[in-house]
């Protein structure tokens, strides 16, 4: 990670976190990005839970109230089942004393693949991070909350939309984002990237859940959009998801309509 601000520092004496100004959101300049209250619900749930031997393939979270930026943040977590093959997870994400958001992890214990030949989409043609130039606008990286190369399209394009997407900062102060953590706290983009049209973002979402079959293995993740649809003010938007060996898994979002849409970022 470089040294840019972390999003949360952690006061471990109260077992607190403390969020940054820079993990602020776009709708309220004093509330929490949804990307850092997922990403810190999946930074407790994998610190106290996780195991080399289980990949966390199912991640949900219900975001239903704005944290926030100014109040210290307590994270409760407990275990709800611990088989031989599947662990679930519980953890609730609680600002000022009241809870903000909640989510539900499920992590399937590795072993070997079924025998015999299963049909998959295949891999996405799509240019490496590397072989594609840095975007000179900051507002396609949030203005450093991450840094982004765009493939195909742009954020409001009516078309395809693909991206690669690395993480530029540290999620807790002092500790490396692991790879669960990192697409965790990317997972949110997914609504942006997925329900943004040619007048913005109107739409605000109220979840994310993210499927992995197997965890990134390289820094950059790419995001395919795949799916968008709305009916009285409700939504959903779903992107596939890579990293630079092939896919990972999804990100799903519901979304309600916002009546101020967010400007959208320029064309790369």
């Not at 809870?99 to 030949?117: D, F, H, V």
């Not at 706290?185 to 609504?191: H, I, M, P």
């Not at 007048?199 to 395919?224: A, K």
């Amino acid at each position: 990670m470089t040294k840019n601000q972390p999003f949360f520092t952690h006061d471990r004496a109260s077992d607190t976190f403390m969020p940054t100004p820079v993990s602020n959101g776009p709708w309220d300049p004093n509330s929490l990005h949804g990307r850092v209250v997922i990403g810190l619900l999946a930074h407790v749930i994998e610190q106290r839970h996780g195991s080399d031997d289980f990949v966390p393939a199912r991640l949900t979270v219900d975001m239903f109230r704005l944290p926030n930026i100014t109040t210290p943040i307590e994270v409760r977590s407990k275990q709800i089942r611990d088989g031989l093959r599947i662990r679930v997870v519980e953890a609730e994400f609680f600002s000022g004393g009241i809870s903000m958001a909640r989510a539900s992890c499920q992590l399937l214990r590795k072993t070997e693949n079924a025998p015999g030949n299963v049909w998959s989409p295949p891999n996405w043609d799509a240019p490496k991070p590397a072989d594609i130039p840095k975007p000179t606008d900051p507002r396609l990286g949030m203005n450093g909350k991450w840094t982004t190369r765009p493939i195909v399209g742009h954020m409001g394009s009516l078309g395809p939309r693909r991206l690669w997407m690395s993480e530029v900062r540290e999620l807790v102060e002092g500790i490396p984002m692991s790879p669960f953590v990192h697409v965790a706290t990317g997972a949110d983009f997914a609504s942006p990237f997925a329900n943004a049209g040619d007048q913005g973002l109107g739409y605000i979402n109220s979840d994310v859940t993210l499927y992995l079959h197997r965890l990134p293995v390289t820094p950059w993740v790419g995001f395919e959009v795949v799916n968008h649809h709305a009916t009285d003010g409700v939504a959903i938007g779903e992107c596939w998801l890579y990293d630079e060996q092939g896919p990972i898994g999804t990100s799903t979002v519901a979304a309600l309509a916002q009546r101020k849409p967010m400007a959208k970022p320029p064309p790369p």
